[in-house]
T-cell receptor, first 117, second 112 residues
């Protein structure tokens, strides 16, 4: 039972354009969502997060949108740069099942983003 | 610089042998976690510990064991009971507030 799904295994974008990565979840108890970026043979690095009390959070070129009724979140990268090429994971957690520290994350399968110069 | 150190980066073992993966952090984080990544799949939680001398099973704990004798260390033992041990193993830590997980750079374990 995949509670967090990233249905696009890969995405290819031209440098300077917008990259949109999507993520769907099924567990209505999830109330905290994160995006991580991962290069091969390295650990994931945190990008941006959003709690369920918000529908948008911005940090520089990165914006995460949350649509609770659709159980959908997306990551927008504007403008995309070749250095953004990596695997992007969305992850979700719940105050009730994740403990007070939100460390128990459920991850999607990842989307490989390639930004062409 | 503070961070999480996983060693070794690559590890090879014969089937039937137990192997222990090291994870050390100097971030003064209370909670530590072990995740596993397989090709085409997201990360899955193996074990976690929120305080010294205490730990809980994650979603895929069978065939694994852990210990938390020190705040900065959380070693993972992959036992011979783990049916598919070949994977990329990631250790992570965080404080007890609403901050994100910090990950180490992983250990790739290959069992033949």
């Amino acid at each position: 039972d995949q509670q967090v799904k990233q249905n696009s295994p890969s995405l290819s974008v031209q440098e300077g354009r917008i990259s949109i990565l999507n993520c769907d979840y099924t567990n209505s108890m999830f109330d905290y969502f994160l995006w991580y970026k991962k290069y091969p043979a390295e650990g994931p690095t945190f990008l941006i997060s959003i709690s369920s009390i918000k529908d948008k959070n911005e940090d520089g070129r990165f914006t995460v949108f949350l649509n609770k009724s659709a159980k959908h979140l997306s990551l927008h990268i504007v403008p995309s740069q070749p250095g953004d090429s990596a695997v992007y994971f969305c992850a979700a957690s719940s105050l009730t099942t994740g403990g007070t520290s939100y460390g128990k994350l459920t991850f999607g399968q990842g989307t490989i983003l390639t930004v062409h110069p | 610089d503070g961070g999480i150190t996983q060693s070794p980066k690559y590890l090879f073992r014969k089937e039937g042998q137990n192997v222990t993966l090291s994870c050390e952090q100097n971030l003064n984080h209370d909670a530590m976690y072990w995740y596993r990544q397989d090709p085409g799949q997201g990360l899955r939680l193996i074990y976690y510990s929120q305080i010294v001398n205490d730990f809980q099973k994650g979603d895929i704990a069978e065939g694994y064991s852990v210990s938390r004798e020190k705040k900065e260390s959380f070693p993972l033992t992959v036992t011979s009971a783990q049916k598919n041990p070949t994977a990329f193993y990631l250790c992570a830590s965080k404080d007890l507030y609403n901050s994100p997980l910090h990950f180490g750079n992983g250990t790739r374990l290959t069992v033949t």
